[in-house]
């Protein structure tokens, strides 16, 4: 496949849905989604507007973390179907305008794969240096003080070869050794697998992660208030993890896989920078800078409890300071977080209205934007029980952490079906399906013209049509809180975004001409625009306007 000239690239104005294999629709009865299920449910994916699907990792494992324990680079897990369902699903949401993207797990295997087998053998075996190894201290403990983020030290010791191994999370997850360049070419053979395939491009797990400082120096400890309580939970944050993450040859190997991609058409790749705070802008920043590393990245900046004008402008304006030419991707919820209209909840007057303001803010932002399943139907984390958890990081520090369980749980698609329409078998589905979120039902909110689901596809069309939101530059205005405001500038078009982030109703004076367009919540009498509790406003702008 040859790359040829294009305009502009498609993921620089994209939606991208995310879509949880495991929780969106089983096919076969087991209680568990599959790559079928996916296909059947691509109609409604197409409808909401978005532009590309990622798929958390579908690729062989043991399943310990779900999938981010690869066994097999290049074949599908049983639990999802074959190669060749992948290959329909492909095709089906192509012939729909949907790209696809796949997760890729790149610094860690699991401890089933081939290669991992064959290394912990013996120290003289081919592949004995394609994972960290380490001699153990003089005392026998580890060889550095990196915590693992799973619990415990970043290192299991292995009685065959009289060494530890390293693990950033859990100890059946080896980190690959990528100063060895023999890895990055078996890495960069699995990614031209799934690309001369067709597959439109990557989402990189953990990208910061890949390479560890060779001379294994221990991270000091992170700088903190004096009198700051750390969770017993949240060792890894104890220390300035400057050795085992972030190290400056990751871009090297960035640069490899950039050029690999290179060599196919409209292919994208973003990345996840696992870090939190400024650095991890910088990072997202870092990563992209440029035409040969990332096409974007996003990081966790946008995905935890910070909710004011303040922390949203100054993710933005760090990264276009940072990267000039570079892309970020943004998003509210995945994964691996709290949904965010729970994770905000006391920010709103109600769910919906929350759920309404955050899509406004979010499609208004300068980047690509990620969406993450059941987002658009204001869905809410699901609130679990002990004995109903999968997640090994809850499981192991119950209840100090709750984990990731409650963010993962199946797609609501009719309220009242059995399983609401997630599985069709007698068995139970994979993690619960609670009453709270059948609310949330698909076609409870195909019947409501004023629901979420029905907002997430105005704006988004919307967004489409207007090109401020897409390519406009973004300006920030000085606005008092809890206004967040700034101005999306196109050539001589402008569009002006306010967002009432509050729950009492603001008012701001215009001066100047600007009309209201698109879904927006706001009145207007003359100068005076009311912005009610958690609502929004787009307006565009007609020569000079000022807002106060």
């Not at 890895?183 to 439109?200: C, H, N, P, S, Y």
């Not at 120096?217 to 890894?236: E, I, K, Q, Y």
């Not at 990245?297 to 949203?312: E, K, N, R, V």
Request: overall charge negative; hydrophobic content about 35%.
């Amino acid at each position: 496949m040859t790359k040829t000239a294009s305009p502009r690239e498609w993921w620089r104005d994209a939606v991208i849905y995310q879509i949880y294999p495991r929780s969106f629709q089983d096919s076969t009865g087991n209680g568990v989604g599959d790559l079928n299920g996916i296909t059947e449910r691509l109609p409604y994916v197409a409808s909401l507007g978005v532009d590309c699907i990622w798929l958390s990792p579908i690729f062989t494992s043991p399943m310990d973390d779900m999938g981010y324990d690869v066994s097999n680079y290049t074949d599908i897990d049983p639990l999802f179907g074959t190669l060749a369902d992948f290959d329909r699903m492909l095709e089906t949401a192509h012939d729909m305008g949907l790209k696809v993207i796949v997760d890729q797990v790149l610094s860690h295997t699991s401890d089933h794969h081939p290669w991992f087998i064959e290394s912990r053998k013996d120290r003289t075996n081919p592949k004995a240096d394609w994972y960290v190894w380490a001699d153990p201290a003089e005392d026998g403990t580890p060889p550095t003080n990196w915590h693992s983020h799973f619990g415990g030290p970043a290192w299991e010791y292995d009685p065959a070869r009289g060494q530890y191994y390293q693990h950033n999370f859990l100890a059946s997850q080896p980190d690959l050794n990528f100063h060895n360049p023999d890895v990055q070419d078996a890495i960069l053979e699995t990614a031209k697998f799934w690309l001369d395939r067709g597959l439109d491009g990557f989402r990189l797990d953990t990208v910061n992660y890949y390479v560890h400082d060779a001379k294994l120096r221990s991270n000091p400890p992170a700088p903190r208030a004096a009198g700051t309580v750390v969770m017993a939970h949240d060792l890894f944050s104890m220390q300035d993890n400057i050795y085992n993450k972030n190290r400056p040859e990751n871009l090297a190997f960035l640069e490899r896989l950039r050029s690999l991609t290179d060599q196919y058409d409209d292919i994208m790749m973003v990345g996840e920078v696992g870090d939190h705070g400024q650095r991890s802008i910088d990072l997202m920043a870092e990563y992209t800078a440029g035409t040969d590393r990332l096409h974007m990245a996003y990081s966790f900046a946008m995905l935890g409890d910070a909710f004011t004008p303040d922390h949203f402008r100054s993710c933005i304006e760090s990264f276009r300071q940072g990267a000039p030419d570079g892309q970020p991707e943004w998003s509210f919820s995945n994964h691996d977080v709290v949904r965010h209209v729970s994770r905000w909840e006391e920010h709103g007057v109600d769910r919906e209205r929350l759920a309404k303001l955050t899509a406004a803010m979010l499609f208004s932002f300068e980047g690509t934007i990620g969406i993450y399943q059941g987002e658009e139907l204001g869905q809410t984390e699901t609130r679990m029980e002990y004995h109903e958890l999968t997640d090994a990081q809850a499981i192991r520090y119950w209840p100090g952490i709750k984990g990731r369980d409650g963010c993962r749980t199946p797609m609501v698609w009719e309220a009242q079906a059995p399983d609401a329409g997630f599985t069709r078998g007698d068995k139970a589905p994979w993690l619960p399906i609670k009453e709270p979120q059948k609310e949330q039902a698909v076609d409870l909110m195909e019947a409501r013209a004023d629901s979420v689901l029905h907002f997430y596809r105005a704006v988004m069309a919307f967004r489409k049509e207007h090109p401020c939101m897409t390519r406009g530059r973004t300006a920030f205005l000085e606005l008092p809180d809890p206004v967040l405001g700034f101005r999306r500038t196109l050539d001589d078009r402008a569009l002006l975004c306010l967002f009432n982030m509050g729950t009492e109703p603001v008012s701001l004076t215009l001066t100047g001409k600007a009309t209201t367009v698109g879904p927006c919540s706001a009145t207007r009498d003359g100068d005076k625009l009311t912005l009610p509790a958690n609502g929004f406003a787009w307006l565009d702008q007609d020569g000079e306007v000022t807002v106060a």
